[in-house]
């Protein structure tokens, strides 16, 4: 079995920080830049994320694995986990169905990690040998307002942010340091 495909399916609609908030952060009281600092926090955005193995606001995400796992339990990657929508699979004949709802439990924890756990009558169908032939899709995210977003993950955006905006080679690395260290005590390790 591969580790899975993890593929977008819908994005949030807004940015953990807000353009007005990183002006302010920035010292910037011109709008000449706002483009330039739009798309540095969603690059800011994506980085964190990635570093922390994590999704910050409201996504939903497609999880294609090759066979259901051979334990009872799948971990979801891109925590925290909200809510699962779908387990689709190929059968043996490559025709899709859709794995009950009433054969598992979602998990989540208060350590962010989230779960499919089957109940204990139930067992992973047979599926077809081919790639993805199981499609997980999920909601993971702290919320879809930025507030939800951690302090100090929002506070290491407006670092990389910073960082990248100011372009100083000399703090540069520095700025992004700092912005780790932020991030570093609660980074996931990756499922997929």
Do not use: C
């Amino acid at each position: 079995m591969n580790i899975g495909n993890l593929q977008l399916v819908t994005a949030p609609t807004l940015e953990p920080i807000t353009l007005q908030a990183t002006k302010h952060h920035l010292r910037v009281m011109h709008n000449d830049d706002d483009m330039q600092i739009h798309d540095l926090i969603r690059s800011a955005r994506r980085w964190a994320e990635r570093y922390q193995a994590r999704t910050y606001l409201t996504t939903t995400w497609d999880w294609f694995l090759d066979d259901f796992p051979t334990w009872r339990r799948i971990e979801i990657p891109r925590p925290p986990l909200s809510s699962i929508t779908s387990i689709k699979y190929q059968d043996t004949d490559d025709v899709q169905q859709t794995y009950s709802s009433s054969d598992y439990q979602v998990i989540t924890r208060t350590d962010n990690h989230g779960f499919i756990d089957l109940d204990w009558d139930a067992d992973w169908p047979t599926v077809y040998n081919k790639a993805d032939a199981v499609a997980i899709r999920f909601v993971s995210g702290y919320g879809s307002e930025p507030h939800s977003v951690p302090f100090t993950f929002r506070q290491a955006m407006l670092l990389h942010v910073e960082a990248y905006y100011d372009r100083d080679p000399a703090t540069m690395m520095k700025i992004i340091e700092r912005a780790k260290d932020l991030l570093h005590q609660e980074r996931m390790m990756e499922v997929v």
